[in-house]
């Protein structure tokens, strides 16, 4: 079984642009969380997705979004994008949502560079 | 307020040395625990949890854990480590619709 990829695996942006990010689950997941890790804050959990519907969200501003399809893939943007926002993003899928038992898969992450 | 703490931010140790690795939490409820480790350029692997049970959970590439609820623990062990073993490795516990890090240990094993 595949697990979870996300593209592109590296992104360089230059400020004020905004950029979208996408995550495929491991098949049959339902559940896609997003984190971001930076050497200062570490990870960071962005927001939770079930079924389309966003479930859970951190404590980030709007800039970030979410969404999630019907076959589970997600993708998240952030818009006006800011010096600190230089991450490496990871995706998570689960079988149920972060209240249940299952453990989360994390993808290779990708490396967002803003200049 | 839920968190997870790794006091050590850097542990070198000679290949075939034992390994402890520390972790604590601040959780209300009975936690649900987790061990993840990181090698550069990469995203995380589930190494072991802990959700009820036994305390002493056995994970992959030979790991264990050990939770402690009176002292708020879940150390991270290994009997023999290989130079493969140096990576970032992160306790985690499942907070509300999310789960919540510590700020990581970097593992580094000398020849």
């Known amino acids: 079984k595949a697990g979870v990829t996300q593209t592109p695996r590296y992104l360089i942006k230059t400020r004020g642009q905004q950029v979208t990010l996408s995550c495929s689950p491991i098949?049959?997941?339902?559940?896609v969380s997003w984190y971001q890790q930076t050497p200062g804050q570490g990870l960071q959990f962005l927001f939770e997705?079930?079924?389309?519907?966003?479930?859970n969200k951190g404590n980030f501003p709007g800039r970030f979004s979410g969404r999630q399809f019907s076959n589970s893939r997600s993708e998240m943007n952030v818009s006006t994008l800011e010096l600190g926002d230089s991450a490496l993003y990871l995706c998570?899928?689960?079988?149920?949502?972060?209240?249940?038992?299952?453990?989360?898969?994390f993808g290779p992450g990708t490396r967002l560079t803003v200049l | 307020a839920q968190s997870v703490t790794q006091p050590d931010i850097h542990i070198t140790v000679s290949e075939g040395a034992s390994l402890e690795l520390r972790c604590n939490y601040s959780?209300?409820?009975?936690?649900?625990l987790f061990w993840y480790v990181q090698s550069p350029g990469q995203g995380l692997q589930l190494l072991l949890k802990?959700?009820?049970?036994?305390?002493l959970v056995q994970g992959i590439k030979g790991f264990e854990a050990e939770f402690k609820r009176s002292q708020s623990s879940f150390n991270l062990r290994k009997p023999s480590v290989h130079w493969s073993d140096a990576a970032e490795y992160f306790c985690?516990?499942?907070?509300?619709?999310?789960?919540?890090f510590g700020q990581g240990t970097t593992l580094q094993v000398k020849p």
């Open positions: 998570a899928s689960s079988l149920g949502t972060s209240q249940s038992y299952n453990e989360q898969f």
């Open positions: 098949s049959g997941h339902r559940s």
């Open positions: 997705y079930f079924s389309e519907t966003q479930r």
């Open positions: 959780y209300g409820a009975t936690p649900y």
């Open positions: 802990y959700f009820s049970g036994d305390t």
């Open positions: 985690a516990v499942r907070g509300t619709g999310k789960l919540i």
